[in-house]
């Protein structure tokens, strides 16, 4: 009985939304406030330490959800601190709003389909900017999400981006990397703790450039344990190559924020 409910509920489901998804193929997706996300490519892998990370990218924004209970019941996000199991989502100008907090709440249905795929359902509310600022996802929904991992696996993520820094001197080696943004891009790398973000105008021509706040260049360091937002204060960023023919940039960064100190950063990303 069990398939043919999931089966039914499925199909209501995608019946009620018949007006989004117009066919069978991978989908995730969900109402942001009052806004459609929809995802044009969405996969899932899993880490080395077992959990699943699930991403959904559009041209400008991404979800982000990584599950450490894989028990496939119903999964309970915010609430208690620290809470593994999160959400996050980084908007067309690179904010990051995330369920690692106290103050954030929400679940997560789902269910690892025999074809080595995931489905399921999930809403959220999230926060950012030192808990100030906050959003709502609502009538999330995955389906068929491909599992380009087998549990134990090395993720392969078959791209060639890269990004890579030093946090205090210890390596910074991001599991998720994104590019997303129009007027200004934001080119952002993000392990199970943190995430590091450097925006710049997608234009911009190969040389050194002030980060300063409030500018066209500018970097953040996050803790998404807490959702602070750490934003630096100065630093550089040298832009070695970008070729907005093919949408391909090339770049190093350093920065300092309060407590940290971001070295040997490096990017190599299509956009």
Do not use: H
């Not at 939304?17 to 989908?27: F, L, R, Y």
């Not at 795929?117 to 809403?123: A, K, M, P």
């Not at 080696?173 to 993000?190: E, F």
């Amino acid at each position: 009985m069990k398939p043919l409910f999931a089966l039914t509920f499925l199909a209501l489901l995608i019946c009620s939304c018949s007006s989004e998804i117009e066919d069978n193929s991978p989908a995730l997706q969900g109402v942001v406030d009052s806004t459609l996300f929809r995802s044009a490519d969405s996969r899932a892998l899993f880490n080395d330490n077992g959990s699943l990370l699930i991403q959904g990218n559009s041209d400008a924004q991404t979800l982000n959800i990584l599950i450490n209970s894989l028990d496939q019941s119903q999964i309970e996000l915010g609430g208690q601190n620290p809470n593994t199991d999160i959400a996050s989502f980084t908007d067309e100008f690179g904010n990051v709003f995330s369920t690692a907090s106290t103050d954030a709440s929400g679940q997560i249905n789902y269910e690892i389909n025999s074809d080595n795929t995931i489905s399921g359902t999930f809403n959220f509310t999230a926060l950012s900017n030192g808990l100030q600022d906050e959003i709502t996802v609502s009538q999330g929904f995955m389906f068929g999400i491909p599992i380009l991992t087998a549990l134990g696996d090395t993720p392969d993520m078959s791209t060639n981006d890269s990004f890579t820094a030093r946090v205090n001197s210890v390596i910074f080696n991001p599991t998720i990397i994104s590019t997303v943004g129009a007027n200004l891009l934001t080119v952002s790398g993000q392990t199970q703790q943190a995430s590091i973000s450097v925006l710049f105008p997608p234009d911009t021509p190969p040389g050194t450039y002030d980060i300063a706040p409030g500018t066209d260049f500018q970097a953040s360091y996050i803790l998404l344990s807490s959702s602070t937002v750490l934003e630096a204060q100065s630093g550089t960023l040298t832009i070695v190559s970008n070729d907005t023919d093919a949408n391909e940039v090339s770049a190093e960064f350093v920065f300092d924020v309060d407590g940290f100190s971001i070295t040997d950063g490096e990017f190599s990303v299509s956009y």
